[in-house]
């Protein structure tokens, strides 16, 4: 498509429910980052695809987080047990390549956790 | 590593005066440099890069950043501001040669008064 497309735009969940955020990056983009962006806080780097290779998951902050993406393309962000802390601003963005042409990046999932 | 502060987390301009947000970054290897800007409710866009060429970067919208290595900044300037431009403005740093995903400062808030 023509932009990054996060899907849902707003979801509030349950403590202790699971969540499935979307990202459906530009065409043809091979890097998909996930970031995290709290109120007041910058943007926490979270996981990020490259190609076929193994992703790096370091910013994933605990074990109840997990992505995959699927051939090559969409990308599924999975907060198991969602805890009240997980209340954020989920960011999905890609690239051509690695970071030096920019990223761009979707509208964003607002997560709320009550 | 590398890292990102931005100096003052919010900066109120009057419309038509200068637009100043402040940017340092820490890299042990040449860096490539990024200024976002993200409205309300909106993902980020990008403003401008640096990525070893040029030293005065020219972005979007009337903006542009200089990349000065001996005083490890790069603050992204504007002439005369526009009541348009109050949103929050981002800097980040990342490096071509690895892998590394881009680090984020943790955002400047611009206000203009009219």
């Known amino acids: 498509g023509a932009g990054v497309s996060q899907s849902p735009s707003n979801k509030v969940t349950e403590k202790g429910k699971d969540v499935e955020l979307r990202c459906d990056p530009i065409?043809?983009?091979?890097?998909l980052y996930w970031y995290r962006q709290s109120l007041g806080q910058g943007l926490e780097f979270l996981i990020y695809f490259q190609g076929n290779s193994a992703p790096d998951k370091s910013g994933l902050p605990s074990d109840r987080f997990s992505a995959e993406r699927t051939g090559g393309s969409v990308s599924t962000l999975t907060i198991q047990r969602t805890q009240q802390e997980d209340s954020a601003v989920y960011l999905c963005?890609?690239?051509?390549?690695?970071?030096?042409?920019?990223?761009?990046f979707g509208s964003g999932t607002r997560l709320t956790v009550v | 590593a590398q890292s990102v502060t931005q100096l003052g987390s919010h900066v109120s301009v009057s419309e038509g005066a200068l637009v100043l947000l402040r940017c340092n970054y820490s890299s042990s290897v040449p860096p490539y440099l990024f200024w976002y800007v993200q409205y309300p409710n909106q993902g980020l866009q990008l403003l401008l890069k640096?990525?070893?060429?040029?030293?005065l970067v020219k972005g979007i919208n009337g903006f542009e950043a200089e990349f000065k290595k001996s005083e490890t900044s790069f603050h992204l300037t504007k002439p005369s501001a526009h009541m348009s431009d109050a949103a929050e403005y981002f800097c980040a740093v990342t490096f071509y040669s690895g892998n590394t995903p881009l680090v984020f400062g943790k955002g400047t808030r611009l206000s203009v008064i009219a």
């Open positions: 963005a890609s690239s051509p390549d690695r970071g030096g042409y920019g990223y761009t």
């Open positions: 640096y990525t070893s060429a040029a030293t």
């Open positions: 065409s043809g983009h091979t890097a």
